[in-house]
């Protein structure tokens, strides 16, 4: 074979693993992207499968045999898709085969970390519902609880009684977030906040403590407490940022603080470099997309889950051109946004 025929064979080979690798995500210290034609945001789904495909559908993100059809989107998902109902592994599961033909199309899915997701990481399983162990469960489950039960269990009555706690699918769904598992892997990959266009996503929000840390300082801490730092997480983890009140997965000050706050809020819009924070988590008074603080804070959560939530709604909030506006099933509405364009003054040598 000639030389140039090699090369080209060569280009050819390197062609088609490009091809069948896997999207390239933005550096895990990335966090901010600018002059997107059209952003989505939704909030928590809480194992609200078909809901959360109704609400996709409806904003054209989605066609009928769930395929991408968003074309430049950007979707921010808030987290908080697992707990509290029964199909959160399907919609974890929509989320991942998402992902890929979303940036191929020119746009992103930009999934978030919630609360229940760290939860989960973190081994809090109070409300993880039956149908999700179930999720879970397949032909070796009880070979497999068996076989772990042998390695905790102390005694007979000690067995029963975790066998009580302990339904089939439980040990495996451990496993899957564990962090070498299908779903933990993932998961702790994920930024806990992202920038677009001046706005900043978050799942709880960003308080006066946490503010000075920056976008990329949040997302770095929470990441190597669920990595290399997972353990001293674990050993205490209402001392971490992950998991700590205060901190951007629970954080629900900019839902509940009076107008008197707003001071406090411009301070931190200003360490953030933002003109306004979406949050969800703390669900809406009237479960409608709402603002406070002139536009600078969105509140998107909604109650897409009915057995949590029973006169709760799929939204999602899109944002276009400057505007920005609630979707539901069944209507739109406007939705206030800060005055002005883009992101706040950035200090000298602020990476754009």
């Not at 609880?145 to 009684?161: C, G, H, N, P, Q």
């Not at 006169?311 to 920005?324: C, P, Q, V, Y």
């Not at 609630?326 to 990476?351: C, F, H, W």
Request: proline share 5%; with cysteine.
């Amino acid at each position: 074979m000639s030389h140039r025929a090699v090369r080209v064979a060569t280009a050819v080979i390197v062609v088609a693993l490009v091809a069948l690798s896997p999207a390239t995500l933005p550096a895990a210290s990335s966090c901010e992207w600018n002059n997107v034609e059209r952003v989505v945001a939704i909030g928590d789904v809480h194992g609200a499968y078909d809901r959360f495909v109704e609400i996709l559908k409806v904003a054209g993100l989605v066609d009928s045999e769930l395929r991408w059809s968003g074309g430049r989107t950007h979707v921010v998902q808030l987290g908080d898709i697992v707990d509290r109902g029964d199909d959160s592994r399907k919609a974890l599961d929509l989320v991942r085969r998402l992902e890929r033909p979303a940036q191929s199309a020119g746009g992103a899915w930009h999934q978030l970390m919630g609360n229940h997701e760290v939860a989960r990481m973190l081994g809090d399983l109070r409300l993880v519902r039956p149908a999700e162990y179930a999720a879970f469960a397949n032909d070796d489950s009880d070979r497999t609880r068996e076989s772990y039960l042998k390695t905790i269990a102390r005694s007979a009555s000690d067995r029963t009684e975790l066998i009580n706690q302990m339904p089939l699918g439980f040990v495996e769904m451990r496993q899957a977030f564990g962090r070498d598992g299908e779903y933990g892997r993932w998961l702790r990959q994920l930024p806990v906040a992202i920038k677009i266009d001046g706005l900043l996503f978050v799942h709880g929000g960003v308080s006066p403590a946490v503010a000075a840390l920056g976008c990329e300082g949040i997302n770095d801490q929470v990441k190597r407490e669920l990595t290399s730092d997972l353990e001293k997480t674990r050993a205490n983890a209402l001392a971490s940022l992950t998991a700590r009140a205060d901190g951007p997965l629970w954080y629900r000050g900019l839902a509940q603080e009076p107008d008197t706050f707003a001071p406090q809020l411009t301070d931190i819009l200003s360490k953030l470099y933002v003109r306004a924070i979406v949050v969800a988590h703390p669900g809406t008074p009237l479960n409608r997309i709402t603002t406070r603080f002139d536009g600078r804070v969105i509140e998107i959560d909604t109650g897409m889950q009915p057995a949590y939530i029973p006169d709760g709604r799929a939204s999602a909030l899109e944002i276009r051109g400057g505007a920005a506006t609630a979707i539901y099933v069944d209507r739109r509405d406007p939705v206030e946004l800060p005055k002005g364009e883009g992101s706040a003054p950035q200090p000298v040598g602020a990476r754009r």
